[in-house]
């Protein structure tokens, strides 16, 4: 069969048998699209199903969480774990807590896990998981209540050889820390690997707090320095004032660059000197406030309501780090009319499809998110191993290995689009290149 029209073919069922589940189309539609000329190349993927059995889930676990508020009142909340692909390690990926989750954006960001983490170079299979539940203005007694409740099912289903879970938004430290106690309350085991992310005094990794953000700095500036340029002196814009975004921005600085803005959910902050990074670290880490603080210090900084006017600021380099399709097709022409260079995907999925054509068809740089923002399954990954040999590394020899897998996922992304016919696309290439691993394992480990 054409290797185009299969592809057309199988995206028609993948969208009528996920029916309302838009995120996920689209993660699929893109890595289909890529893949056209790689299965021209090797018919026998067509031929094996392996594309077929790639876009299934190998197990969707979706499950009640009852809990009790600071006012007696039973809440209940659903939980999910798509357990996507395991050719090539145990399953990998973060758990989100997020009103906004539902099966749909699981299995989209489950589906990028796969190949982000094949891109690693390291021994993971793809998953994710989360709730509907929202720790926002929960105390902290009701947020452990729930994370003991929500790990009390899900340990029927993970293991540190069978699928390890970690953060992603709404889960820091403070979750990981009661989830892995009650794990470890039912299990009657110290199994360190069974969660990444923990706090260093029990089993976690120097630089894991650090690693989306540095390993999304230091890929771009792979990428860029492939095109004669360098951080030093270029203006950046990064939104979300999360974990990905601070340690973005603290690289960025390091680098010679200058953050002007960062954002969270309710609007976003302008500061024309470069960002005071010590007070948005008080404010969103210590005391857990809105960024719109940020202006009551810092007077001459300006604030605005909404998310999306934070790309209408001219910059050299934009970093979203916030969520999925936050630069949509518009956001796009306006970066690029504001004369963007680059744009590197710290947030998984957070420019549309339309969005991404914009920025290749006018040249700009283009880092994808499952490439760009490996650096923290590579070293949750690394904390793993860590576990299993009993042993703490340095921050410099964690973040050594960091940047040498992220400069290794750029060489290789770049060097399948080259391969392909993808030149300087690394949108395709990072899919090349992440999926063909995968493939090759499914093929060696027959028809499971």
Request: glycine content about 12%.
């Amino acid at each position: 069969m054409n290797a185009k029209v299969y592809c057309e073919q199988l995206f028609e069922r993948v969208v009528k048998r996920n029916g309302n589940e838009p995120e996920f189309h689209q993660a699929v539609k893109e890595v289909l699209e890529s893949l056209v000329p790689v299965l021209e190349k090797h018919p026998e993927y067509i031929e094996l199903g392996i594309v077929e059995r790639i876009v299934e889930p190998e197990r969707q676990i979706v499950f009640r969480v009852p809990w009790v508020d600071d006012k007696g009142q039973v809440q209940v909340n659903r939980g999910f774990r798509v357990q996507f692909n395991s050719a090539i390690g145990p399953y990998k990926g973060g758990l989100r807590f997020h009103p906004s989750v539902y099966l749909g954006i699981i299995k989209f960001l489950g589906f990028e896990q796969i190949f982000k983490n094949s891109l690693t170079g390291l021994p993971i299979g793809g998953g994710k998981g989360g709730s509907d539940f929202d720790p926002k203005g929960k105390s902290d007694s009701e947020v452990m209540r729930f994370c003991q409740s929500f790990m009390t099912e899900l340990q029927r289903h993970i293991s540190q050889d069978c699928d390890v879970p970690a953060g992603d938004i709404g889960v820091g430290g403070r979750e990981i820390g009661f989830m892995f106690g009650q794990y470890k309350r039912i299990k009657n085991a110290y199994e360190a690997g069974v969660l990444t992310g923990k706090g260093l005094v029990y089993g976690g990794s120097l630089a894991r707090t650090e690693a989306t953000g540095y390993g999304l700095v230091y890929f771009v500036d792979e990428m860029i320095k492939a095109k004669g340029m360098t951080f030093e002196g270029k203006t950046v814009v990064i939104s979300g004032s999360g974990n990905v975004a601070i340690y973005a921005t603290q690289k960025v600085n390091q680098l010679g660059g200058k953050v002007v803005a960062l954002s969270d959910s309710n609007g976003y902050i302008y500061d024309k000197n470069g960002v005071d990074l010590a007070l948005v670290k008080q404010l969103k880490e210590v005391e857990r406030k809105r960024i719109s603080e940020y202006v009551k210090v810092h007077p001459t900084a300006e604030y605005h309501e909404g998310c999306n006017g934070i790309w209408t600021i001219p910059c050299d380099v934009a970093l979203p780090c916030a969520t999925q399709n936050e630069i949509d097709e518009e956001s796009a022409k306006i970066l690029v009319k504001n004369g963007v260079k680059a744009v590197g995907e710290g947030a998984n999925m957070p420019t549309t499809l339309e969005g991404t054509k914009v920025f290749l068809d006018n040249g700009v740089l283009f880092a994808p998110a499952k490439a760009a923002n490996a650096g923290g399954v590579a070293t949750s990954a690394l904390e793993m191993s860590q576990n299993s040999m009993r042993l703490a590394w340095t921050f410099e020899e964690v973040d050594a290995k960091l940047k040498n897998i992220m400069v290794n996922i750029y060489k290789n992304a770049s060097a399948a689009a080259e391969e392909y016919g993808y030149k300087d696309n690394l949108v395709y290439g990072a899919n090349i290149a992440g999926f063909v691993k995968v493939a090759e394992a499914m093929r060696m480990q027959g028809l499971v």
